[in-house]
């Protein structure tokens, strides 16, 4: 069987040192690198950097590659459309690939009612969006949003985010009318059982919406179905069905953050179609647009229309290139069977993380949905301090030996798979190789 991995050079080699060297001097520290590579060339579920290693992806650029990286098709239909022509500014001159994908995505998402489809250029602007149209919508101020949550890093995004050591530190004040609850964290909850867990979490909501804010202030809840950046956390599909029960209710906007757990990534085309929910609104971004930067508000149709005319959008919002690759993306996908194929990589993956559970006291839980797959490490299994440091360690062996991967959690103590689902089973197993490796050299020197 052939490796994919090459290490020719220290990691990082001569010519990454260099740019790190030049980077340092130009780029401020506050916008992070995981890994001190610099890529020279992308396929599939590799990447060769400067110096000529080539390394496995598990980060898919943080979950944008699920099509894999430069997918010939999606790079063809940019290549036609970078031909006919760039940039016009739907709201100058429109074109036919925004209102294309628009409709393609009115389709694609839950709901069988009328839908319209805004387009943006990142998650948090789509996030920022879906908040601005449930306040119009319903008038009013609130939004509900978890613990653990993450929603991007703008002024509303970041005052929805959950983390505050790097997110928000400094950063405040934060925007108002944000209530922040306790989301789902089965492996943490006090109970052991997660329906019992669900159903504390769902009572908090309640209380907090009656008692704390008032039921007529709130236009929306915003959720991320698999919590992302947090963790890896699943919210069970009784406290999604109990969410959505509240909203009906008392006439609140469901908002699905669909940007880390769609296309594809958990074995349905969005993560909320595990529970049987259907939000009133979607964002989306990051594998939409397979490496082209656009993101999208999808929902009701009365909702998608309460804002006034020229109350929505941007310059660059739906550029027409990235949507070329967004359109392309959607019909591969279908036409490949994506999201069977990440059934089949997450089952793959979870046998192994399961398999380190039962041979490795460091991985402490094992959790996912079908391809968003995570392991958390804790230093002890009885009081589940959270491994950060031997997850570091971990994280570095690991790019030394020629797999990229990215962390979550609110320590920096989970390791999360978000791989390209194009890759292979033998470059699946390379990867999920070397990660054992790093996982049996620090749980040995423990
Ligand atoms: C669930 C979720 N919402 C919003 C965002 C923000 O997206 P962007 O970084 O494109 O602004 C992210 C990014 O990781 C995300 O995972």
Redesign the pocket.
Known sequence: MSRTVQIRTPIPGPRSQELLRRREAAVPRGVANVAPIFAAETRGATLTDVDGNVFLDFAGG?GVLNLGANHPEVVAAVKEQVDRFLHTCFHVTMYEPYVRLAEELNRLTPGDFPKKTALFN???EA?ENAVKLARRYTGRPAVITFTHA????TLL?MSLTAKVSTYKYGFGPFAPEIYRLPAVYPYRSPFADPAATARHALEDVRRAIEDEIGPDKVAALII?PVQ??GGFLVQPPEFLRGLRALCDEYGIVFIA?E??TGFGRTGRFFAVEHSGVVPDLVTM??SLGDGLPI?AVTGRAEIMDAAQVGGLGGTYGGNPVACAAALKVIEVMERDRYVERAQAVGERVLARFRDWHERFELVGDVRGLGAMAAIELVKDRATKEPATEETAAIFKRCYENGLILMKAGHHNQVIRFLAPLAITDEQLDEGLDILEEAIASVSRTR
């Open positions: 943080i990142s998650g948090a996030v993450f929603h991007g890093r995004g991320e992302g950046e953050d940007i880390q971004a990051k993101s």
